[in-house]
């Protein structure tokens, strides 16, 4: 689920604060009520403010035994509330209810029922802030689990924190300077660098189409608590490509219709175009330091086919692993969009069948394995540190470390004719490896070659086939065939593979490009070719092109002069099996997921329509310009 979808669900109280579903079958708020106690109390953080927090205590707890505590902290409601009214589930997953747990649900500071400012991914202290009433959501966190082990009977002095999307932030924030007793942590795609890779932006790129539906529900003015959010203005449409055609310039959304200068994040996101100290300091990567052997263990949860937060996962795991010697954790990625391993069954999307209920076996091999072991000492975890799914095969791999050690990378050139061949790739390696003096051997000439395409803000490259209203989820994976038949982008093939082929890890666009204009995006998508023609996505990502050199200083490309624009696309575990072809798309617009570019080096925020104008891309091919796609490569 998108979060837009989480946070609706969340205003209707028909979900766990996790996003998480009640499915069929699973208890309802009488068998809640009869095995749980609700407690709603306001927990007083070091600074005067109170968050709003709902307790579920099993019945029968203490003197005749104690239970860990589990906690969701969330920004989408603790609800619903009330001491006489129970969620249909009182632990975030049917599999945890049944464990017994004592569950906590936490309005974060400024949301719902909690008092304080929200501030959007709050950035951690600086030590120069340090003070007896400083805050952040780390202590926040600390705080509410001091009085929590206080004055919660029946507690084992043990707890855990678990969280999807942005709970699965709060979840990553606790973890520096963590409690003692806070012993187990599973960030749940959660966001994380929300300017190079999560919600709000990709490499600079906005995402237009997610954060106008989303900040619409949650970027209200808040004077005081409250039960219930209203959106700021209806919208509804049955075509988002050209109701987004039909704003206009990205500033339109704030017409009296639409935001009107009512929503302070999105204001936020405009003004802070470029990745400056406001983006900095929400990346909660810096924070997650000095955490060590003895810190709490984590494991950090991600899906392949998350819309959102795929980023987030990846780069949360990395982060810990790099600056955490000795750190317990380990990394799950799944065959998930955005929190699907919480759904009741997930053995299917779109059309992809994965042969077993993935999300089930999630839930029951590994995420309550964890928390039983680490907060109540039952039973063994002792997984691989990389528990992967393998969208190429259906099949769950496990790996001592992500990426893989055993991989070697392969660059894959882009040919004038459309194709990427291991000739062309032998040619261009002898190029670049004889510039050095020392071979003594001329580099082989090889006459300037390019392949261009025109393109017009105008007439934007869909991010999907058909018609849609809201984002369809199963762009990730889409047929990219409608697509291959525009005119505005470029697709390269291999040759038909003569033996399976897994890629592993991040993959990296080295294209040389020039526009006719003086910015650009860049679109590029690896794509499994299958026997049928279909034309399956594997991975995409943008680059906006003005950051190519720096994300906090942009520069204007000069016109029709190569450069180099290079980026990494988020990982991946693919196998493209033998008779497949692997496929290579460039474009420079994926609308209306992303907002578009002028093409002209203006402040995107405050452009006007005159400054959006058709430019002529071409990406080289060339010895000097050897535009290319590089891959890890299993053996």
């Given at each position: 689920?998108?979060?837009?979808?989480?946070?609706?669900?969340?205003?209707?109280?028909?979900?766990?604060?996790?996003?998480?579903?009640?499915?069929?079958?699973?208890?309802?708020?009488?068998?809640?009520?009869?095995?749980?106690?609700?407690?709603?109390?306001?927990?007083?953080?070091?600074?005067g403010?109170?968050?709003?927090?709902?307790?579920?205590?099993?019945?029968?707890?203490?003197?005749?035994?104690?239970y860990?505590?589990i906690?969701?902290?969330?920004?989408?409601?603790?609800?619903?509330?009330?001491?006489?009214?129970?969620?249909?589930?009182?632990?975030?997953s049917?599999?945890?209810?049944?464990?017994?747990?004592?569950?906590?649900?936490?309005?974060?500071?400024g949301?719902?029922?909690?008092?304080?400012?929200?501030?959007?991914?709050?950035?951690?202290?600086?030590?120069?802030?340090?003070?007896?009433?400083?805050?952040?959501?780390?202590?926040?966190?600390?705080?509410?689990?001091?009085w929590?082990?206080?004055?919660?009977?029946?507690?084992?002095?043990?707890?855990?924190l678990?969280?999807?999307?942005y709970?699965?932030?709060?979840?990553?924030a606790?973890?520096?300077?963590?409690?003692?007793?806070?012993?187990?942590v599973?960030?749940?795609?959660?966001?994380?660098d929300?300017?190079?890779?999560?919600?709000?932006?990709?490499?600079?790129?906005?995402?237009?189409?997610?954060?106008?539906?989303?900040?619409?529900?949650?970027?209200?003015?808040?004077?005081?608590?409250?039960?219930?959010?209203?959106?700021l203005?209806?919208?509804?449409?049955?075509d988002?490509?050209?109701?987004?055609?039909?704003?206009?310039?990205?500033?339109?959304?704030?017409g009296?219709?639409?935001?009107?200068?009512r929503?302070?994040?999105w204001?936020?996101?405009?003004?802070?175009?470029?990745?400056?100290?406001?983006?900095?300091?929400?990346?909660?990567?810096?924070?997650?330091?000095?955490?060590?052997?003895?810190?709490?263990?984590?494991?950090?949860?991600?899906?392949?086919?998350?819309?959102?937060?795929?980023?987030?996962?990846?780069?949360?795991?990395?982060?810990?692993?790099?600056?955490?010697?000795?750190?317990?954790?380990?990394?799950?990625?799944?065959?998930?969009?955005?929190?699907?391993?919480?759904?009741?069954?997930?053995?299917?999307?779109?059309?992809?069948?994965?042969?077993?209920?993935?999300a089930?076996?999630?839930?029951?091999t590994?995420?309550?394995?964890?928390?039983?072991?680490?907060?109540?000492?039952?039973?063994?975890?002792?997984?691989?540190?990389?528990?992967?799914?393998?969208?190429?095969t259906?099949?769950?791999?496990?790996?001592?470390?992500?990426?893989?050690?055993a991989?070697?990378?392969?660059?894959?050139?882009?040919?004038?004719?459309?194709?990427?061949?291991?000739?062309?790739?032998?040619?261009?390696?002898?190029?670049?490896?004889?510039?050095?003096?020392?071979?003594?051997?001329?580099?082989?000439?090889?006459?300037?070659?390019?392949?261009?395409?025109?393109?017009?803000?105008?007439n934007?490259v869909?991010?999907?086939?058909?018609?849609?209203?809201?984002?369809?989820?199963?762009?990730?994976?889409?047929?990219?065939?409608?697509?291959?038949?525009?005119?505005?982008v470029?697709?390269?093939?291999?040759?038909?593979?003569?033996?399976?082929?897994?890629?592993?890890?991040?993959?990296?666009a080295?294209?040389?490009?020039?526009?006719?204009?003086?910015?650009?995006?860049?679109?590029?998508?690896?794509?499994?070719?299958?026997p049928n023609?279909?034309?399956?996505l594997?991975?995409?990502?943008v680059?906006?092109?003005?950051?190519?050199?720096?994300?906090?200083?942009?520069?204007?490309?000069?016109?029709?002069?190569?450069?180099?624009?290079k980026?990494?696309?988020?990982?991946v575990?693919?196998?493209?099996?033998?008779?497949?072809?692997?496929?290579?798309?460039?474009?420079?617009?994926?609308?209306?997921?992303?907002?578009?570019?002028?093409?002209?080096?203006?402040?995107?925020?405050?452009?006007?329509?005159?400054?959006?104008?058709?430019?002529?891309?071409?990406?080289?091919?060339?010895?000097?310009h050897?535009?290319?796609?590089?891959?890890?490569?299993?053996?």
């Amino acid at each position: 689920m998108s979060r837009f979808l989480a946070l609706a669900a969340a205003l209707l109280l028909a979900l766990p604060a996790t996003a998480q579903t009640t499915a069929p079958g699973q208890p309802d708020t009488a068998t809640t009520r009869q095995q749980y106690q609700k407690l709603d109390r306001r927990i007083r953080m070091r600074d005067g403010v109170q968050l709003y927090t709902v307790v579920y205590v099993p019945r029968g707890a203490a003197p005749a035994t104690l239970y860990p505590i589990i906690m969701v902290r969330t920004p989408y409601s603790a609800g619903p509330y009330g001491e006489n009214h129970y969620r249909p589930q009182a632990g975030p997953s049917a599999e945890l209810s049944a464990e017994k747990y004592i569950f906590v649900y936490q309005d974060v500071r400024g949301r719902y029922l909690s008092e304080g400012q929200f501030e959007e991914m709050t950035p951690a202290l600086r030590p120069e802030q340090a003070s007896p009433t400083a805050h952040d959501e780390s202590t926040d966190t600390f705080d509410t689990i001091e009085w929590l082990l206080k004055n919660v009977p029946g507690n084992n002095g043990r707890v855990g924190l678990v969280g999807i999307s942005y709970p699965g932030f709060y979840a990553t924030a606790a973890l520096p300077h963590a409690h003692p007793a806070l012993k187990a942590v599973s960030p749940q795609a959660p966001v994380t660098d929300e300017f190079i890779g999560d919600d709000a932006r990709h490499k600079g790129a906005f995402f237009l189409l997610d954060n106008f539906e989303f900040t619409n529900y949650f970027d209200i003015p808040r004077p005081q608590p409250v039960a219930e959010y209203a959106p700021l203005f209806k919208f509804e449409t049955k075509d988002a490509y050209q109701f987004f055609l039909r704003l206009g310039p990205l500033k339109n959304a704030n017409g009296p219709q639409y935001f009107n200068n009512r929503a302070r994040i999105w204001n936020e996101y405009q003004q802070h175009d470029t990745y400056d100290a406001y983006w900095q300091a929400r990346d909660s990567r810096p924070a997650l330091t000095g955490l060590g052997s003895a810190g709490p263990a984590v494991l950090v949860v991600g899906g392949w086919f998350d819309a959102e937060d795929l980023y987030g996962a990846l780069n949360t795991y990395k982060a810990l692993e790099k600056q955490n010697p000795g750190l317990n954790n380990r990394l799950v990625m799944g065959p998930w969009t955005h929190g699907a391993w919480a759904r009741r069954d997930w053995s299917k999307f779109g059309p992809l069948s994965f042969g077993a209920n993935t999300a089930e076996y999630f839930r029951q091999t590994l995420e309550t394995p964890f928390f039983n072991f680490y907060l109540k000492d039952k039973g063994s975890f002792n997984p691989a540190e990389a528990t992967v799914f393998n969208t190429g095969t259906n099949e769950w791999k496990t790996y001592p470390a992500w990426p893989p050690a055993a991989t070697k990378t392969r660059t894959l050139y882009l040919k004038p004719t459309g194709r990427i061949d291991s000739v062309f790739e032998t040619v261009i390696e002898k190029a670049l490896n004889n510039r050095i003096p020392s071979l003594g051997m001329p580099a082989p000439v090889l006459p300037p070659a390019f392949t261009q395409y025109i393109s017009d803000p105008a007439n934007p490259v869909p991010y999907t086939d058909g018609i849609h209203g809201s984002r369809n989820n199963e762009y990730v994976m889409e047929d990219q065939r409608f697509a291959s038949k525009r005119a505005d982008v470029l697709t390269f093939h291999s040759e038909t593979l003569p033996t399976a082929l897994t890629v592993a890890g991040p993959l990296v666009a080295d294209l040389w490009v020039s526009t006719s204009g003086t910015d650009a995006d860049f679109i590029v998508k690896v794509i499994d070719e299958l026997p049928n023609g279909t034309q399956r996505l594997v991975r995409a990502e943008v680059m906006r092109g003005r950051f190519r050199n720096s994300f906090s200083k942009p520069e204007a490309f000069k016109p029709n002069q190569p450069t180099e624009v290079k980026y990494e696309l988020p990982d991946v575990l693919h196998t493209f099996a033998k008779g497949h072809r692997l496929l290579v798309q460039v474009q420079s617009t994926w609308f209306p997921l992303v907002d578009r570019n002028p093409q002209t080096f203006v402040p995107i925020a405050t452009a006007d329509a005159k400054d959006f104008q058709k430019a002529t891309i071409k990406v080289y091919h060339d010895a000097g310009h050897p535009s290319a796609v590089r891959v890890a490569v299993l053996p």
